[in-house]
């Protein structure tokens, strides 16, 4: 792991149990909603061991990073480009998760040649949440968060290459939603991450500036960021000439843990490529 100091606060990075090396290709996880770095455990491990440079961000004011949480897409998107600075990277891959997916994408349109690639894992533009969602993050986060984990997830039994026998996947993200929301007492990130999500337009305008390849990783099962909801982006994608590639996966929302061999594969096939 390491720590820098990005817009003046400590950010914490997991770098796959490596040394980070910023002259090796680099490659940028960003998490989504009430997660952390954590939640690319199995894939940026394996990364890190293959020849890359990884970084899996704790955004601002969420798990061991702090500062202030990111109010919208662009101030997280802001981040990430300060962040780079930061490491003293000049390129790397942007891959982002649900949120975290939207943070990549109007990153990699500011960032312009900067970023290599772009993997986009559970999107949706807009990516929409319910009224009573957002009402429930505010006023009653436990089951707020007991409702995002049933709907994020096809199975609540974990696939067998899913950190290990006996893994409780629904226990698991329960815990780190607690974990993330107990850790910030200053803002509630859960309602607030929500709101960004709900509110980002930017989605199309941005596809159309991203100047590098694209995946769009998609859970077929997924009911918090169906593939539908996608296909308007990856159709104005390529309508912009961009050079997309879309994997969908027979799992739900959650495709690091529910299939966690896939999507490292889709990823690093993409790098590749």
Known sequence: MMKLTVNGATTY????GKAFDAAKPTVVFIHGVLNDHSVWILQT????????NVLAVDLPGHGQSEGEAPASVEQAADFITALLDAAGV???ALVGHSWGSLIALEAAARLGERVTHLVLVGTASPMRVSPALLEASQHDPEAAIKLVN????????????ALGPGTWVF???????RRVLERNRAVNVFHRGFVACDRYRGAEDAIERVRCPVLFLLGRLDQMTPPKAAQG???RARAAGKTTRT???DVGHNQMTEAPDATLFAIRDFLQS
């Open 233 to 235: 982006l990856i159709d």
């Open 171 to 177: 226990g698991a993200g329960m815990a780190l939603g």
């Open 45 to 52: 491990r394996y990364l890190a061991h293959h020849g890359y």
């Open 13 to 16: 990075g997991y770098t796959g």
């Open 90 to 92: 000049a390129r790397a």
């Open 247 to 249: 994997v969908l996966l």
């Open 150 to 161: 049933v709907f994020s997830r096809s199975t609540l039994a974990p696939p067998p290459s």
